[in-house]
Structures are given as C-alpha cells and as structure tokens.
C-alpha cells in the first residue's frame, strides 16, 4: 500500500475541502436556523472511542503552542478577529494543559478561519495551513482533559463542542456576507 501522508500535508488538503464544500453548499446551510440530526447508517457497536492502541502524547502536542503563536501573528491576525487572536495568545501561555484551548474559543477560531478562507483573507492553501498548529494545540488539550475520562464523559464532551460550533453558527452568517476586515 502506499504511505500515508504527514499530517502537515494532509491536514491543509482536508481543511480545504471541507471549507470548499461548505462554501458551495451555502444556500442549503445560510438559512436553517435549527441544526439537524445526522442519521446513523449502517450498524453500529458501542462507543466508537474504544481504542485499543493508546493515543497521541497530550503534551508533545502543546509543547510548541505558544512558540507557533509567535511565529504564524501576522498570519493569524489576517485571519482572526484581534478579541479570538489575544484569546488564543493567552490560551497558548496557559499553565494547565487542558484550560488551554476550551470549546468556545476553538468553535469560535474554526469559524473564523472559514470566514476568512470564504472571503480570501489569504491564498486559501495558507488559511488552511495556518489551522493545523491550532487544532495539534486543541487536540493536546482535549487529550489532557480527558486522559482518565471515561468513554462516555468523552462522547459527552464532543456533543458538548458540537453544541459550541452550533452557536457560532450566527458569527458565521453575519460575517459571510460582509466584506472581511481585520
């Protein structure tokens, strides 16, 4: 089989995609005003969050967090507004691990990050690039969070930040159609 990707080439091509179909699919999701209960197909056994090989190293993910932040600013502040940017500079010196990035700030920079990709804040390759730090950093903290969570407290937390990215939703919509300003 061929290799897999690195996840730094990948991620910007899967960030991109799902940016691009959300894009061209915004006359079905700009006027809904209720989110809607995805179907399950196929069979499904139990929670999917029974891994048996252990998950990546929380704190390898954080650890060049605040050094990232540094070095992609100029980027970042052509992406996000400065309250999300000075939210998530100060997340990124966060003494505990899983208070670094909570749900309302990362629901709140995915959103931004489309708007900005919609309205070509930058070339969109680097918009989607410029996500990957932020969602290692996400992902550490989520992991250090929930290191001895049980499987259902974790499935809890994702149908917590579901709910985060729903109420982001009017951001979204009041910003898609009005000409980008950072």
């Not at 410029?130 to 250090?144: C, V």
Request: aromatic letters at 8%; one cysteine or more; hydrophobic letters at 45%.
């Amino acid at each position: 089989t061929a290799p897999r990707p690195a996840l730094s080439e990948l991620f910007p091509r899967v960030m991109a995609a799902a940016f691009s179909m959300i894009q061209a699919d915004e006359a079905c999701w700009l006027t809904r005003t209720q989110p809607e209960e995805i179907p399950i197909v196929g069979r499904y056994k139990g929670s999917p969050l029974a891994w048996e090989t252990p998950g990546p190293d929380a704190g390898r993910l954080l650890a060049s967090f605040a050094a990232d932040i540094r070095s992609l600013e100029e980027i970042l502040g052509r992406i996000l507004t400065p309250h999300t940017l000075a939210a998530i500079t100060a997340a990124s010196s966060a003494a505990e691990a899983a208070a670094r990035f909570p749900d309302d700030l990362w629901a709140t920079t995915v959103a931004e990050f489309l708007v900005a990709y919609h309205h070509g804040a930058l070339h969109r390759d680097h918009v989607a690039q410029a996500l990957l730090p932020l969602y290692l950093a996400r992902t550490g903290a989520f992991l250090a969070g929930h290191r001895t969570s049980s499987p259902e407290i974790v499935e809890a937390a994702f149908d917590a930040l579901c709910v985060r990215f729903e109420q982001t939703k009017a951001h979204v919509v009041e910003s898609w159609s009005q000409p980008a300003v950072r």
